[in-house]
């Protein structure tokens, strides 16, 4: 049985490594989060494009 944890949208954003893919936690506008798993090149296609917006 999965261990009951409390579900709220507050928080920061938060990657973390989970055996062999990374998880991402977005807090959302409204509440919630969008939690997506991504693997280490799935990671880093992520990271260029975003600095292609940011700088």
Known sequence: MAAMKPRTG?????VVKEG????M?????GGGRLVVELS?????ALG???????G
């Open 20 to 23: 062999r893919g990374i998880v």
């Open 48 to 54: 260029e494009e975003l600095k292609k917006i940011v």
């Open 40 to 44: 280490a090149d799935e990671a880093n």
């Open 25 to 29: 936690r977005v807090p959302l506008e």
């Open 10 to 14: 507050d928080g920061p954003l938060e």
